[in-house]
């Protein structure tokens, strides 16, 4: 099983990159996806997820808005399509991958079994 996100880099204040992740190794049609961020000298926090079933989606505060997170139509690709960028956005963003996970516990990176390399958003003002 592999996550691999792509679509990092350098953007300005108000650019508005996307993020993808692609999963491989089985079928994630079921499982929640999600997207969490880690800032230099921060713990890493969690920023938007989406249901397999149903595929309700949920916010971070900080990014409700702004952040648009959707899946693709086989299910084992997961964006993150961003706009509005704020130099406090910088951050390595993880996609990350869950079964069973509940709905209360979308925000916890604990529930997410697998986990991408990260894709660094640097974003200057």
């Known amino acids: 099983v592999q996550l691999q996100a792509f679509g990092g880099g350098l953007v300005q204040a108000g650019g508005s990159p996307r993020l993808s992740c692609a999963a491989s190794g089985r079928t994630f049609r079921s499982d929640t996806m999600g997207w969490f961020r880690q800032a230099p000298g921060k713990e890493r926090e969690f920023v938007a997820a989406i249901k397999g079933s149903g595929g309700s989606t949920f916010y971070a505060d900080s990014v409700k808005g702004r952040f648009t997170i959707t899946r693709g139509n086989a299910k084992n690709t997961v964006y993150l399509q961003m706009i509005s960028l704020k130099p406090e956005d910088t951050a390595v963003y993880y996609c990350?991958?869950?079964?069973?996970?509940?709905?209360?516990?979308?925000?916890?990176?604990?529930?997410?079994?697998?986990w991408g390399q990260g894709t660094l958003v640097t974003v200057s003002s």
């Open positions: 990350a991958a869950g079964s069973r996970v509940i709905n209360t516990a979308v925000t916890m990176s604990r529930v997410y079994q697998f």
